[in-house]
Structure formats: structure tokens, C-alpha cells
């Protein structure tokens, strides 16, 4: 019987959502079977959001961008591609795939207003603390008629269930990377933005179940043998567990 991939978690013990947790997983970044490996998937689907820049100097600006996961999927799209991430060594890696980085917060970020053609924040809200204050910068870059495009946790005991007790079980996400207390409530989070002049729609979204199952199986029976096809993110009904946004900037 073949052993088990291992789940991969933080090498040493910090609480849930800490940052340091990205140091420590630093060399799972650009496994596609590592432990970020659901970030590539979403990162794809959320990619499929984004349409070429009208203009040449279009900027998209990538809050909570880790290691540029985005980039190879905005490629041919026409846009500098900025990110923004508390983590040096997740910008490094970015920053060698073509992404020009900045190290700062996603609740003050150093980019002036109305800047950006497109502002993406995948997996982010879900890790800081004040995420209505993300949402704010989010929405001050955006230039009127820009883009924003994000995926996050609902904040229901579903979500809860699925992506931490079960999720962080399985080798697609790290334990111990989420706090379930900062997962974002959808309907908080349409307000927020439309607060902000950005109308956001929502959809549920999740990982294709026959393709996970069969990406789970291929990973199980040895870890050293490359995945070769990764699940596609597909719209689910509901948005009590993972959910997309995308809404344009009034004006
Ligand atoms: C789950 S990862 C998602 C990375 C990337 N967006 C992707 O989908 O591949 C969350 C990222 O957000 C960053 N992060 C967490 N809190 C942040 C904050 N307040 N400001 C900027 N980055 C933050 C982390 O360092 C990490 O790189």
C-alpha cells in the first residue's frame, strides 16, 4: 500500500492566520501539487474575470498578491501587474515571475487614488483582521469605470466546516492558515463595497468535484509524481462557503 501524501502544515507552531505561516511554506508557492495548490486554481478562475486592458499603461493592482500566482494567467492580457503583500518572501517569488511588488498592507496601501484599471483580491479579505478596510483601498485604487475582482470565505458555520475542519485536513490547503473568525460575510461585504461606489455581484464558486477527487487520488498514490491536469473552479448555487465578486467602479 503506497503511504499517504502528508498534509503539509507550518513547520513550527503560530496561531492560526499568522503571516509568518507564509515564510514558512515559502517553497509550496509554485508546487502545483504543494500545499498552495488550490490558490492555482482559483487564481485561473479569478484570471477569467479580467478582460485585456483597454489602454495600454492599464495597471491591475493585486492586493494580497503571495508569490504572483495571477501572473501566468493575465499573461497576454495587457496589464502591469502590481502586487501588494505583507510577505518578502512571497513577493521574491512574484517579483521573479514578472509581478512588480511592493511590501506593504492591504489596509494602507502606497498607490495613489483611482490608479488602477483592475484591482484583485484573491484569498485575501479572509486573512486581515479590518477587511472592511481592504475593501476601502480596494475601492480608492480603483479609477472610475475600473474593475474589482476577489474570492474569499463566507462567514457561515459551513465555510467554517469545509474550508478548515475538512479543507486544512486535506493536502490542498495548509493547517492552521485560516481564522475562521475573519472569514466575510457576503452580504457585509456587497454594502461595504457599494459603499465605496463599486456594485459587487456575487457567485459561489468551488472546486470541480470528479477532477479534485481524481487530482486527491493521483496526489495520494505518490507525492513525488508530478499532477499533470488541476481541477477547474466551477459556480455552485450557493455562496455559504467560497465565494467570487466582480463589480466596476461607479463614475
Ligand atoms: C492565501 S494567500 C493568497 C495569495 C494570492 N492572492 C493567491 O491567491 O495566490 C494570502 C496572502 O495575503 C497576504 N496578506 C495577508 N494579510 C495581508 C495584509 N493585511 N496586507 C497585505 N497582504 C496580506 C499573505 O502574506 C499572503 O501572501
Redesign the pocket.
Known sequence: MPEASPVVGPRRALPPND?RQ?DDLAGEWWRPDGA?AM?HW??RARAALVPPASTQDALLV??????G??APHLAGKGYRHVG????RS?LDQAAAHGVTVLQ????AVPLADGCAAVVSA???LE??PDWRR?VAEACRLLRPGGLLVLDTLNDTLLARLVAVELGERLPTVPRG?HDHRLFVDARALVAECARHGVALRLRGVRPELGGTLAWLLRRWRGADRPVRTEPRIVPTRSTAVLYQGSGRREG
Open positions: 503571516p507564509y498552495f490558490l482559483l487564481a493585486d492586493l494580497g498578491c503571495g508569490a500566482l495571477l501588494v503583500d505583507l510577505t512571497a506593504g498592507d492591504a489596509t484573491g484569498e485575501l486573512h486581515v481592504a492558515i
